[in-house]
């Protein structure tokens, strides 16, 4: 009993860690959360006496899970074929539920989740575990059973594509100044000032928006971003401050009921990229009780 209780609460100290490698790698809350009991499953039923590093061995078995789910995706006919949008993580304007801190720290935003979702399920994996947690190359070698050379090379692919869908420099970090613009925005939107929609975006900007049932859109310049503004910035929808995945952003409601979760990336006072999830099925699973008025 005092060795169950005890690889229990190793196990718990773990979880956040494990929780926020399954998020980087599935883009999913909940597949996360599944890879994570899985996990949980797997240590019960191990011998792990002679496991020096216990939280290194329950990061392998997670990316392992998280490897098949990510490959099992593949033969997945009914995932759209153009955007996927991953699952936000929505917290009130002022305030970060404890429980999310490790799933938004290092600036995961929504727009690094949805470069990561382009990857091969080996770029993804070699990516997230040594670029974002410092795993070896020979760890991760041998959970893809490839050489370590072959892992690095994996990475540094992963890398350039991440950088090349990224703007640069970094978002910007203070969330007051990110709120501003995106504020900025909303009343652009509500005013029909189109010239003052182009003012707030960045020349490049990106809209993204997956909306379900293969159902996507995707939008790149000023201009047509501004436009696309226009037609949605209705009366009729409200959008209400939150932070998406650390970030300035809003959940949208029409008639009382949340329709939407938008994130923003904001580069030197410019929105270089919005990433709608728009998927009313995926919208009702999302806990945003704080947020009802």
Known sequence: MEEQQWLTARFEEQRPHLRAVAYRMLGSLSDADDAVQEAWIRLN?????????????????????????????????????????????????????????????????????????????????????????????DEIASML???????????????????????????????AAQREVVDA?????RSGNFEALVAVLHPGVALRADFGRQRSRVVSGATEVAGQALLFSNVGREPRPATINGAAGAVVFADGRPIGVMGFTIIENK???????????????????????
């Open 271 to 293: 929105i270089a990229a919005i990433d709608v999830l728009g998927d009313p099925e995926r919208i009702a699973r999302l806990n945003l009780s704080a947020f009802a008025t």
């Open 45 to 137: 039923r191990a011998d792990t006496r002679d496991v020096e590093n216990l939280g290194g061995w329950l990061t392998t078995v997670v990316a392992r899970i998280s490897l098949n789910v990510l490959r099992s995706r593949q033969t997945r006919p009914e995932l759209p074929l153009e955007l996927h949008m991953p699952d936000p993580v929505v917290d009130p304007p002022d305030a970060t539920d404890p429980e999310h801190e490790a799933l938004v720290a290092d600036a995961v935003g929504l727009a690094l989740l949805v470069v990561l979702e382009t990857l091969t399920p080996a770029e993804r994996l070699a990516f997230v575990l040594h670029d974002l947690f410092a795993v070896p190359f």
């Open 145 to 175: 059973e490839r050489t370590p050379a072959a892992a690095r090379q994996l990475a540094s692919r992963a890398r350039r594509r991440v950088r090349s869908a990224s703007a640069a420099p970094a978002p910007d970090d203070s969330i």
């Open 185 to 189: 925005f909303f009343e652009a939107g």
